[in-house]
């Protein structure tokens, strides 16, 4: 009895294992069926199209709504700006970058606060006009004397510059030549030529410097910070920078000349500044 029992059990399993190993096959012979009539609808049923489908993966079509060539030759209008870089006597230096878009030029001019210039039938040091006149008066004061005319302003003390300065990654700077400074506030090593410079390092280098090298440093930092990588943060960084200075620069402003200054960032053919040289035009 037990004989049978046993038989019948191994029968059982055997016939199980048979019906399983038939269904599982038929299984894997409709899956591979079903696989390749989908990969042939995916052809049109013509195998020729296969050539036409793998090349069209390694040169996929570019869409050219999301292709963008930007050129400065679509840039027109004016920007002139004035940054006053303030000190304990008054004003440190000045700086006023003047971009004309419709002539492709920027150029970048610096005066000491320390200068005498004429202004009101006088001859009166920077400071001293800015202290009487404030910014109006540094406005008609560089008019007079310079030909320059300036509209919105950036007034920053040494913190505020340093702080300015510390937004960026770094600057390629061309040291014109070899510095060696040294003093109680702070040394300065630096060998001439093209060079990576901290925001730290180009700060004393600035302060250090006298207007024509000066320029030069700031031209230098404007071509640093006018590129693409920045750009993608631009409202980041403007909101910074309304926080570390005084100005009239406004938030519609800087909706309004964001996709200008991208423009410019991203064209192959962007014109760079320069420094401003005597009898040229503002």
């Known amino acids: ?123 009166l040091k920077f400071s001293s006009i800015y202290s009487e006149d404030d910014v109006p008066g540094v406005k008609k004061a560089l008019v007079d004397n310079y030909g320059i005319e300036t509209g919105k302003y950036i007034i920053l003390d040494h913190d505020g510059l340093k702080d300015l300065l510390s937004l960026f990654d770094g600057f390629s700077v061309n040291v014109i030549e070899n510095v060696n400074y040294k003093s109680h506030d702070f040394n300065l090593t630096l060998s001439s030529g093209v060079q990576e410079l901290s925001p730290d390092m180009t700060y004393k280098y600035l302060q250090i410097s006298e207007n024509k090298i000066r320029e030069s440093i700031i031209c230098d930092i404007i071509k640093s910070v006018l590129v693409a990588d920045y750009v993608e943060e631009s409202e980041k960084l403007f909101t910074s920078f309304v926080n570390l200075c005084e100005t009239d620069i406004s938030v519609i402003d800087y909706s309004e000349t964001v996709d200008r200054l991208s423009a410019y960032c991203y064209a192959d053919d962007k014109f760079y500044p320069e420094i401003y040289k005597k009898g040229d035009k503002s």
């Open 1 to 123: 009895m037990k004989n049978k029992e046993l038989f019948s059990e191994n029968k059982i399993k055997k016939s199980t294992i048979k019906y399983f190993i038939i269904s599982f096959s038929v299984f894997i012979v409709i899956l591979a069926v079903s696989s390749v009539v989908l990969f042939m609808h995916s052809l049109d049923y013509d195998i020729s199209n296969l050539v036409d489908s793998s090349s069209t993966t390694t040169t996929a079509p570019v869409d050219e709504n999301l292709s963008n060539v930007y050129s400065v030759n679509d840039l027109k209008g004016k920007s002139d700006l004035l940054f006053i870089i303030e000190n304990i006597d008054g004003i440190d230096f000045i700086c006023a970058v003047s971009t004309d878009f419709d002539n492709k030029s920027m150029r970048v001019m610096c005066v000491d606060g320390s200068e005498n210039l004429s202004y009101e039938d006088k001859t």
